[in-house]
Every structure is written in C-alpha cells, then in structure tokens.
C-alpha cells in the first residue's frame, strides 16, 4: 500500500500561484511514476500533469501548459505541482496519485494505483 498526501491548496485570486505537494510513504518511492489530477463540480476527474520514476520526462494537460510544472523528491518522498497564472476555471479538487513504473510514460488516469484525499484549490476572479 501506498498512502499519498496532498497539501497546499487554498484560496487565490485570479493570476496568483500555488504550490501543492503531495507525501508519498509506505512503499519506495522511487519506483512510482506520480500524477496530478482533478475534479470540478458536476465534471470528470482529469488528467493535469505527470512525471516518471526519475523526473526524466513530463507531461502536461494542454489547458495547464507553459502555467503548471510538476516535479519531484525522491529523497523526501515528495511530488509538487507549481500552479502560476491560475484562472478562475482552474477550481477544483487536486488530488495526487501513483502508478508503480519504471517506464518514462506517459501516464493516466486508468493505470493509477493509489490516490490522494484531494486539497481543494479555489480562484476567484
């Protein structure tokens, strides 16, 4: 078992920055690709960014692109996702999740082993 938790979401207004994190424990770290994902009222859970095993390679949603980076550390157990520009659309539910692999992706939705509670992000306009 894998127990993920996220921090760091909040409130902010439109054209601010978040960071969240999410602490990974009960297993190697190491050996999980990591995602961010979330979830708006009355929407689908969606893909937002991922990263591999060793943070060679990233991807992206195309609606957080050029705004968003995630990265991770591996020696503290710890994936981030920097949110700069947020938007007002960008409200949701943020959760992080885990896919046990060691290939360098891309990762989904469908292939996630463990999740996150979720940390709530609002922006206002």
């Known amino acids: 078992q894998v127990q993920l938790v996220e921090s760091g979401g909040g409130l902010v207004q439109a054209g601010g920055s978040l960071r969240l994190s999410c602490v990974a424990s009960g297993r190697t770290f190491s050996n999980y690709a990591m995602g961010w994902f979330r979830q708006a009222p009355g929407k689908e859970r969606e893909f937002v960014a991922s990263?591999?095993?060793?943070?060679?390679?990233?991807y992206y949603a195309d609606s957080v692109k050029g705004r968003f980076t995630i990265s991770r550390e591996n020696a503290w157990n710890t994936v981030y996702l920097q949110m700069n520009s947020l938007k007002p659309e960008d409200t949701a539910v943020y959760y992080c999740a885990a896919e046990l692999s060691d290939s360098q992706g891309p990762f989904d939705y469908y292939g996630m082993d463990y999740w996150g509670k979720g940390t709530q992000v609002t922006v206002s306009s």
């Open positions: 990263i591999s095993w060793n943070g060679g390679s990233t």
